[in-house]
């Protein structure tokens, strides 16, 4: 782990104002939530959309895909990555650091809002389900948006294809994708967790929690080999 | 040698950028002189392991410096474009590249390194305040920081002011002359001649030219050149003009004057004041009509 490059990454990230643009979605989750229990439905009604539909469907993947593409995109885009890809480190240092950075935030920014929004629909042990699976969720995403960021100069884009078409829309027609889909092993650790009648699975837990280890490993050995590769490009004089 | 290029080519789909280059760069100061888009910046890429050969082997200090961290624990580089960490200051900034190189004692090497250019009294401000000079500075401080035996940078002299260009010419002077290998890159001629006594000259990604700055100077100078000449009389000095051997041909136009093409450019200009006071012709212009840089540098790569 390199605690510099994690440090100037945390500040880079904390000091983008399109960070702090995406705090009111959590905040949306919550307020619905609150304004739902408040008005006496019953969970089985508000808890599905709310929950699956806007946290686990947009809230966690659009902050892991906003983080994630940028720890590093970011400094790509600029041209400050230079500074730090000069310097006799192994590759995989500072892939972690920037990962590292990643999860946690996401993960912290995602889960405080999901327990909040668990206890309110079920239970406290619900609750923590949901921030168990959101972490695991956050780890996969943003492992997977890292290397996006290396592998295309679109990563945002390319990320939305993957989680509003490949999960939102191919997710609940063709069974089949929900293999390949980060948001069912979300769902499914989450349930067994903190099982409730809320939450309905597509994957079983081996296949959730094997599938997003290699999903996490998987993007961060192609994220190291790529940044090992990179190449200055389009300014060649 | 500390940087070596073996018939190093880089192409970019059918674009050639870079055209079989070898070269070999030991200790002082070098400059890489060439027009804009001559491959200047692919070549520096790839020295300093940003861009992989399509062909050749580019070395340093012995090491390969494609997919090969380790070589920057003796190489800075100093790149053209200047973005940085702008949210730190430039102590923090400096002291980062110290930390990241892992330095038994990164701080003192970054007072060193702050202090080297000059920038001990604007250190604690955030680098987004600083001028274009000062960055330039911050970021030569930190590619110093590890006190490198290969220094590569791209373009230093860009926006810099002329107090400012003096001060990093001596800086290069000085670690040339501590027997460090420094390239650096320029597509002005005078900001070589000022710093460097050794050139490599690229135009259209060839190795045009390369060696002691002077020889490749009398090289300039000794080209064919082309003048246009305004007078009192180009009829008759045109005539007088053909029997020069130093002349190879002349035309007439009686709107432009003379266009005269010299075998030699000393030697013309030394013989063309005395003809025509000899003819008493009075010599109203002259100009010579090729002088871009572009210009000379083609006609270093025919005789190369």
């Known amino acids: 782990m390199n605690w510099t490059v994690l440090r100037v990454t945390a500040r880079a990230l904390f000091g983008r104002r399109r960070f702090f643009l995406l705090l009111p979605l959590p905040a949306l989750m919550v307020g619905l939530a609150a304004l739902a229990d408040g008005l006496g439905a019953s969970p089985v009604d508000w808890a599905p959309p709310v929950i699956l539909g806007l946290g686990l469907g947009v809230v966690l993947p659009v902050l892991a895909l906003v983080i994630g593409a940028g720890v590093l995109g970011a400094e790509i885009d600029d041209g400050t990555i230079v500074h730090i890809l000069a310097k006799p480190l192994p590759r995989r240092e500072i892939i972690l650091a920037k990962l590292v950075v990643a999860v946690v935030v996401t993960a912290v920014a995602v889960g405080i809002p999901m327990y909040v929004t668990g206890v309110m629909a079920d239970s406290p042990r619900f609750g923590l389900g949901?921030?168990?699976?959101s972490t695991l969720g956050a780890a996969a995403y943003s492992a997977l948006f890292l290397a996006l960021s290396l592998l295309t100069r679109r990563p945002v884009l390319v990320g939305l294809v993957y989680v509003l078409i490949w999960e939102g829309l191919l997710g609940n027609v063709l069974s089949g994708t929900q293999v390949l889909s980060i948001r069912q092993y979300v769902i499914t650790v989450a349930d067994r967790v903190g099982p409730s009648d809320l939450l309905a699975t597509s994957v079983s837990v081996p296949v959730a929690l094997g599938m997003a280890f290699v999903f996490t490993v998987g993007a961060t050995v192609l994220a190291v080999d790529r940044l090992r590769s990179f190449s200055i490009v389009g300014e060649t004089s | 040698m500390s940087v070596e290029l073996r018939a190093v080519s880089r192409w970019y789909g059918n674009v050639v950028a870079v055209n079989d280059i070898t070269m070999s760069l030991a200790g002082g100061v070098t400059g890489l002189l060439g027009p804009n888009g001559a491959g200047k910046t692919t070549v520096l890429h790839m020295i300093a392991g940003f861009l992989a050969p399509s062909k050749g082997e580019v070395l340093v200090q012995g090491q390969p410096s494609w997919r090969n961290p380790s070589v920057y624990s003796g190489l800075g580089l100093v790149s053209e474009r200047e973005a940085v960490h702008g949210f730190l200051t430039g102590w923090e900034f400096v002291l980062a590249s110290a930390k990241l190189h892992r330095l038994r004692d990164p701080d003192a090497a970054a007072r060193r390194a702050v202090e080297l250019v000059e920038m001990a009294p604007a250190q604690a401000r955030r680098i987004d305040t600083y001028s274009k000079g000062m960055r330039q500075r911050i970021r030569v401080a930190a590619s110093l920081v590890h006190d490198p035996s290969v220094l590569l940078l791209d373009e230093p002299f860009?926006?810099?002011?002329?107090?400012?260009?003096?001060?990093?010419?001596?800086?290069?002077?000085a670690m040339g002359d501590e027997g460090r290998t420094v390239l650096f890159s320029s597509h002005i001629l005078e900001e070589v001649e000022q710093v460097s006594g050794t050139v490599q000259v690229i135009v259209a990604g060839r190795l045009a030219a390369s060696g002691d700055y002077r020889t490749i100077r009398r090289l300039m100078t000794n080209r064919p050149h082309v003048f246009t000449v305004r007078s009192s009389d180009d009829r008759r000095l045109g005539a007088v003009l053909?029997?020069?051997?130093?002349?190879?041909?002349?035309d007439l136009d009686p709107a432009l004057g003379l266009t005269v093409r010299a075998g030699d450019y000393g030697t013309f200009t030394r013989t063309l004041p005395k003809l025509a006071r000899a003819q008493r012709i009075r010599v109203e212009r002259v100009l010579p009509a090729d002088e871009s840089l572009e210009s000379v540098f083609t006609y270093l790569v025919g005789s190369s």
């Open chain 1, 130 to 133: 949901l921030v168990v699976g």
């Open chain 2, 158 to 173: 860009n926006g810099m002011d002329p107090r400012q260009r003096l001060q990093m010419m001596d800086l290069l002077h």
């Open chain 2, 242 to 250: 053909m029997a020069e051997p130093s002349v190879n041909g002349v």
